[in-house]
């Protein structure tokens, strides 16, 4: 079945970027809605956006005007830019996806594949 890998997580200085990489294998990527979600510790999984096979967006709240999704079909590859990153943005970061059609974007139980995290770090 489907497979994620994350990647491009570390140790940032407060105000840096980063771009975080979810590269996808075993199914046909384009068909997929993917999504990026973090969980910092002893805090509940937030949804951060969202992103359909159409192609059309969803930003929680926390997520507008920093960060952005986007993905390669062609590279079966989902893309999370993350700027002017803060302390408290520190967590493990987690893309998803799922074969669903119409459903709740930022609820965690209708994703079906997950990777395994990266860390993102980020000192003051």
């Known amino acids: 079945q489907v497979q994620l890998v994350e990647s491009g997580g570390g140790l940032v200085q407060e105000g840096s970027s980063l771009r975080l990489s979810c590269a996808a294998s075993g199914r046909t990527f384009s068909g997929f809605a993917m999504a990026w979600f973090r969980q910092a510790p002893g805090k509940e999984r937030e949804f951060l956006l969202a992103?359909?096979?159409?192609?059309?967006?969803t930003y929680a709240d926390s997520a507008k005007g920093r960060f952005t999704i986007s993905r390669d079909n062609a590279q079966n590859t989902m893309y999370l830019q993350m700027n002017n990153l803060k302390p408290e943005d520190t967590a493990v970061y987690y893309c998803?996806?799922?074969?669903?059609?119409?459903?709740?974007?930022?609820?965690?139980?209708?994703?079906?594949?997950w990777g395994q995290g990266t860390q993102v770090t980020v000192s003051s």
């Open positions: 998803a996806a799922t074969p669903r059609i119409s459903f709740s974007y930022s609820l965690p139980r209708f994703y079906d594949y």
């Open positions: 992103i359909g096979s159409s192609g059309i967006k």
